[in-house]
């Protein structure tokens, strides 16, 4: 089993950047792929960035790319999610998943998810 829990979100005007984590718990969390999604009001969740076990590979949908970092610290079993020049359309809850082995842009590929944090971008 892995705990995820998420933190950073908050209320930010647009053009204004915020930091998302994802800790973790439980099993080796170094062994495993972490996603961030995100979900609006009213929308499906939707696929954010992926990053590797190890933090070599990593993918990011084409509407935050140039815009989002994703990055991961192993010894503080922690992944972040820097995001600069937020839009309002990128208000949403933002959720972060992991899976072992296995990667991609499918919210059915992971297996552990966090609770959420609400990120909202003012105009």
């Known amino acids: 089993q892995v705990q995820l829990v998420e933190s950073g979100g908050g209320l930010v005007q647009a053009g204004g950047s915020l930091r998302l984590s994802c800790a973790a718990s439980g099993r080796t969390f170094s062994s495993f792929t972490v996603a961030w999604f995100r979900q609006a009001p009213g929308k499906e969740r939707e696929f954010v960035s992926f990053?590797?076990?190890?933090?070599?590979?990593?993918n990011y949908a084409d509407s935050v790319k140039g815009r989002f970092t994703i990055s991961r610290d192993n010894a503080k079993n922690t992944v972040y999610l820097q995001m600069n020049n937020l839009k309002p359309e990128d208000t949403a809850v933002y959720y972060c998943a992991s899976a072992a082995y296995k990667y991609g842009s499918s919210p059915s590929r992971y297996d552990y998810w966090g609770q959420g944090t609400q990120v909202t971008v003012s105009s």
């Open positions: 990053i590797s076990s190890g933090g070599h590979n990593t």
